[in-house]
Nanobody, 123 residues
Framework: QVQLVESGGGLVQAGGSLRLSCVVSGGPFSTYAMGWFRQVLGIEREFIGA????????RYADSVKGRFTISRDNAKNTMTLQMNSLKPEDTALYYCASSRSMTTMAAGAVDYWGKGTLVTVSS
């Protein structure tokens, strides 16, 4: 059974940084695109960004471009999201996702989801 487990969420002041991690077990990692979504209660889940299986292609949502960085380590089945210059509007539950391609993931077609980690940015 494929499991995606996020960690690293917490409370941070505006302008600060956090680093989220996602560890995948029980299924393919190195051949799948990985990505991040976030969701605020009552609002549709938002695509943040994704990284291709090779790590050679990465895309970001405009809302986080220049502030967030996605990377992956296929040897450790781990993906990270480095979040800098955080804003109160970045407060959300952050989800790790896995899909066969970045394109389908960005369209919301995700094969596997993590359970989420909460990020709270205070003003």
């Amino acid at each position: 059974q494929v499991q995606l487990v996020e960690s690293g969420g917490g409370l941070v002041q505006a302008g600060g940084s956090l680093r989220l991690s996602c560890v995948v077990s029980g299924g393919p990692f190195s051949t799948y695109a990985m990505g991040w979504f976030r969701q605020v209660l009552g609002i549709e889940r938002e695509f943040i960004g994704a990284i291709a299986w090779s790590g050679g292609s990465i895309r970001y949502a405009d809302s986080v471009k220049g502030r967030f960085t996605i990377s992956r380590d296929n040897a450790k089945n781990t993906m990270t999201l480095q979040m800098n210059s955080l804003k109160p509007e970045d407060t959300a539950l952050y989800y790790c996702a896995s899909s066969r391609s970045m394109t389908t993931m960005a369209a919301g077609a995700v094969d596997y989801w993590g359970k989420g980690t909460l990020v709270t940015v205070s003003s």
